[in-house]
């Protein structure tokens, strides 16, 4: 897996490449973490280039919108596809989640 | 007619995760089990062994093997076991899939995906082991 942050005025783009499993999803909680500490109060992952991701990384993603939301925050995502997008529908986390095609659009609703 | 079981045991820890995921691969390759369904076969695996590691021989460590053959043409029968603490993984409560954000429990969601994915899926203790097999693909 592999994480490439941009910042933008309104929000930290995250967009997450390959594989988030039970040995790497920690590292995908510790970067939005990173960027919570510095201020940032919503998140946006893009997930197009996401190839899998298993319970370990719903945990992360659940775990990060949770803290965000009271700021108030949010964990924006964008480009779900595959896997990923079936995993996030089987496990009905899909609409606890602002979903976007792209993060352009998920930038002009902040 | 079950063709012969193909057989791995290794040591029940993340970094096993690995080298499981290259032997189911080859099973499932060797069934013509392809594309999107390999993606879900290995995310079943993941769910399942990362109960193992994390669990079954606390605070203890132990060896999980995994087994497979071809149960009928282009499908896998699969048995996960391990010789630790007797655990049935099914007899928790499905989590409760309708909680708002705030609400939603972060675990359970490992068996839930297991459950949803596959078919078949069963738990049973045997000669001193946990063995949770299944058939894939399920039906999704």
Redesign the interface.
Known sequence: MNIEATEHEKAVLLKVTGRM???NAPQFEHACEQWMRRGAKHLIAELDGL??V???G??SF??V??KL?PLPGSLILCGLK??PL??FE????IG??PVFETPGQALATL | MDSPAHRLALPAC??S?GEFRRFIREGAASCGITG?QV??L??VM??IL?NVARYAYVPNTGTAEVAYWQSSPGRLRVEVSDQGHPFDPFQADP?D??R???D?P??G??V??VR??VQSVAYRREDGRNVLSFEFPGNG
Do not use: C, K, N
């Open positions: 499993d039970a040995e190839e899998y298993s319970s370990m719903l945990r659940l775990s919108a949770q939301q595959g896997l079936q995993v089987m496990t009905r986390l606890l989640f | 993340l970094e995760l999107a993606d879900r290995d995310l993941e769910e990362v989590p899939l309708t708002s954000l705030a939603r972060i675990g969601l490992g839930f995906l949803t994915v």
